[in-house]
């Protein structure tokens, strides 16, 4: 038997509070048990997100979250920013280039994060821009961008729509008093469940421009299912036990107490990078790392692929492996939702043995050790 431990960024681990609430014998979901759940967890969303402003729930993946906000705020032929340093920014390209958007694309190198006075540009040079779409934390190269400076942009122009999938209960996301006009995450990260529920919130600002918008939309209506969330009911058939399920998970982070969670996931991950380093490996992102996911470059002569099947099948540890020109030369380990000091000293004792297999020269014991002084601070 191998026991296995799952460390990459997305499905998480899902805590056996939550998998219980989920086993919840099903019930009807117009029913007044079903509504108190799920007024509940929209309550305790809003706090999550700070913001007053109705959190939607959808019966999607984060991507459908994201189609959504596209889809309900913009007109064919418009014209959007769109902050592509990574496999979800593309993400944001592609939804909009299939809704007949004209996607202005600013590339950034992958592994760095875009910078303000780039994106300031852009604006001043394409003034008719009518939304701005950004990662808050790009997944594929676990990088941070720097989304509270930009909302200070947008604040008075376009619309800032903020993928918050790895960022959302990893780290403060001030929807309200950064000024973010629409912000949408995931179930399987931070909040601890399995895929399936997408979330998205609007202000005020994005809500008008809901009235005047063009684009198509049928499921992904968010007028409609705004009126029908405000009754404590869906539009359409709500996926209810990840809906118990989220409303277990929800109760865990208040528990927990927002400002604990963010401090884990800080510790957590500057543990991880402090690992890779005293192993004499370097980070995809060093100079605006994600608390989410740590990137690591993998050395020469070693390819990922090959590092993350013996990971997985001989160790039973699962990371992620970088995505399209990156794929075979990074790891990207997690820190995110259901995780604590020790997943990080499995991640890091089972990554050395995985380098020490293919002939790397590293001294076992040497990367747990920094990793440990980090973790010593939520001890002493």
Do not use: C
């Not at 996301?173 to 997408?198: F, H, N, R, Y």
């Amino acid at each position: 038997m191998i026991k296995q431990y799952l460390l990459a960024p997305g499905p998480t681990p899902v805590p056996n509070e939550v998998d219980r609430a989920m086993a919840t014998t099903m019930i009807h979901h117009r029913t007044p048990q079903f509504s108190k759940i799920f007024s509940e967890a929209r309550e305790r969303l809003k706090h999550l997100f700070a913001t007053q402003n109705d959190v939607l729930i959808l019966a999607s993946s984060g991507t459908g979250a994201m189609e959504a906000a596209v889809s309900n705020l913009f007109s064919p032929g418009e014209k959007v920013l769109v902050v592509n340093g990574g496999k979800f920014g593309e993400r944001w390209v592609k939804i909009s280039q299939a809704y007949g958007l004209e996607a202005i694309q600013l590339k950034v190198e992958w592994g760095k994060a875009v910078k303000v006075d780039v994106v300031e540009k852009h604006l001043k040079v394409y003034p008719e821009i009518r939304g701005v779409l950004i990662q808050a934390s790009e997944t594929s190269t676990t990088v941070l961008h720097p989304v509270r400076e930009i909302a200070e942009l947008t604040r008075n122009g376009p619309l800032l729509l903020v993928d918050g999938i790895t960022a959302v209960g990893v780290l403060p996301v001030l929807m309200e008093e950064w000024g973010i006009d629409v912000l949408v995450t995931g179930s399987q990260k931070a909040l601890m469940l399995p895929p399936g529920l997408g979330f998205i919130a609007l202000n005020d600002r994005a809500w008008q421009r809901t009235e005047t918008a063009k684009l198509p939309r049928f499921y992904f209506d968010l007028r409609l299912e705004r009126k029908n969330q405000q009754k404590n009911s869906t539009a359409f058939t709500p996926a209810v036990s990840l809906i118990f399920g989220l409303h277990a998970a929800l109760e865990m982070l208040e528990t927990e107490g927002l400002e604990r969670v963010y401090a884990r996931h800080d510790r957590l991950a500057r543990a991880t990078r402090a690992a890779a380093t005293a192993l004499g490996l370097k980070l995809l992102a060093p100079e605006n790392p994600s608390p989410a996911a740590t990137g690591i470059v993998l050395p020469d002569g070693i390819d990922g692929e090959n590092l993350l099947d013996v990971l997985r099948d001989q160790m039973g540890v699962t990371f992620a492996e970088g995505q399209d020109d990156l794929k075979g030369r990074i790891i990207r380990i997690a820190h995110v939702g259901y995780m604590g000091a020790f997943d990080v000293l499995v991640a890091v004792g089972a990554l050395e043995m995985a380098l020490k297999k293919f002939n790397h020269p590293v001294k076992l014991g040497q990367g747990v050790a920094a990793a440990q002084e980090i973790l010593m601070e939520a001890i002493l």
